[in-house]
């Protein structure tokens, strides 16, 4: 058996699914499985499901004994200001969840965020150690605190799992994240917008150097995220924090003209200012470095942005 700690959110449910296909037996774990939710794990009522704090005392008292985890739940809005909440879900429950493995010798696959590199200006390097780093918020400060955590617990073999590895997703979208609202990712919001008013606004750039629209991201479709979690923990890979994207950085413009074309409409593209609480904690340029992933031997192509937003796109269709 397999777990899956945010099984009914967005990467993790894509995730859960790929597992159930391929043959595996699944405990469904989440901290929340609310009617928003219950879409993404549509399919797969054939296993169990537990919250997350009955996880952790199933754990503690060996009720399960998974052969793995895959660790993705947590709180990952990046406006969050309960620091003592972040600490809670996005640290404390990760720090149960590495120190039972490690005590049982099973493999861990949990996620990090890109969000802990912060601007950008110190790379989007995933050798970095996360004390060089400044995440722009909270909810990035607590990813990276973790995973200095586990970098520490990793210098001393009996504190760590035998097999783990962090992954830094970068800006992910897919099937299954209608539930995030805010939170979904600008091709989830693209499409709603069009679909109400005929156009897509995307913020104005805060930065005089950068034309608006022209923002760049590294946009990663979902199912290549998971590709890359299920080559980690199969394969021979050191363990180690691995960036999860694509390598090459888009414009929201290229991003939200590729929706349209998905809907087969002509572009109406608006600007408007960006919020206050996001504007002080933007990133305006983002594309990791894949270097170490494909150091490993990694060597599945990634998912043409167009490509991937056309499988979105029709997804949501296919859904309604």
Known sequence: MIAVTGSAGFIGSNLAHRLARDGQALLLVDRNFTPEKSPNIAGLTGHPSMKHDEFLD??????????????????????EKNWDF??????????????????????????????????GTRGFDDRTPP???????????????????????????????????GLKF?????????????????????????????EMKLFRSNDPAIADGVQRRDFVFV??????????????????????GT?????????????????????RIAFIDMPPDVAGQYQNYTQADMSRLIATGYDHPVTVLETGVAKTVQSMEDAQ
Request: with cysteine; charged share 20%.
């Open 223 to 244: 199912d290549d995220c998971v590709e890359h979690m299920l080559w980690l923990w199969k394969r021979p890979a050191p363990n180690a924090i691995y960036n999860s």
């Open 58 to 79: 199933a754990l503690a008292t060996d009720r399960v004994s998974p052969e793995a985890i895959f660790h993705l739940g947590a709180c990952s809005s990046t406006t």
């Open 170 to 198: 970068f800006n992910v979208y897919g099937p299954r994240e209608r539930h995030k609202g805010r939170m979904a990712s600008v091709v989830w919001h693209a499409r709603k917008q069009i679909l109400e008013t005929g």
């Open 86 to 119: 972040l600490v809670e879900i996005n640290i404390g429950y990760s720090q149960k969840i590495w120190n039972w493995c490690a005590s049982r010798g099973r493999p861990m696959i949990y996620a990090s965020s890109a969000a802990t590199y912060g601007d």
């Open 131 to 165: 004390g060089k780093l400044l995440p722009l918020n909270l909810y990035g400060k607590s990813k990276n605190d973790f995973d200095q955590w586990a970098l520490e617990m990793a210098a001393t073999r009996e504190a760590a799992p035998p097999k783990w590895a």
């Open 247 to 267: 390598g090459s950085a888009r414009t929201f413009l290229d991003l939200t003209r590729a929706v349209f074309a998905g809907m087969q409409r002509e572009p």
